[in-house]
């Protein structure tokens, strides 16, 4: 599978994005799907990850403004960033590794890496 994340932009604080990731090759169904972000001077970390079953988890730092979702017949999967701050500026990488159970948040797992796309949150 190839991934392709997009949607990045410019945003005031309080404000939202969607970020979109395009996969092609296999079934979007068939891997783990992850968001991580890094920001410049940091390690790359964990957002939201979907797992091949649907289910989902989050990065304590977006619980309750991030929502990571997956468009089956469309092969793409989304994160919906509301109640933006300026700590959530970094770029935005998606990830995904061929596995049909729970999501995980170990960065190591994935072997599939998008291009970034950088979100910006001005104060």
């Known amino acids: 599978v190839q991934l392709q994340a997009s949607g990045g932009g410019l945003v005031q604080a309080g404000g939202s994005l969607r970020l979109s990731c395009a996969t092609s090759?296999?079934?979007?169904?068939?891997?783990?799907t992850g968001w991580f972000r890094q920001a410049p001077g940091k390690e790359r970390e964990f957002v939201a990850g979907i797992g091949g079953n649907g289910r989902t988890t989050y990065a304590r730092a977006v619980a309750g403004r991030f929502t990571i979702s997956r468009d089956n017949a469309a092969n793409m999967v989304y994160l919906q960033m509301n109640r933006l701050k300026p700590e959530d500026t970094a770029v935005y990488y998606c990830?995904?590794?061929?596995?049909?159970?729970?999501?995980?948040?170990?960065?190591?797992?994935?072997?599939?890496w998008g291009q970034g796309t950088l979100v910006t949150v001005s104060s």
């Open positions: 990830a995904a590794v061929l596995s049909r159970g729970d999501p995980t948040s170990n960065v190591r797992l994935y072997d599939i």
């Open positions: 090759g296999r079934s979007v169904s068939d891997y783990a």
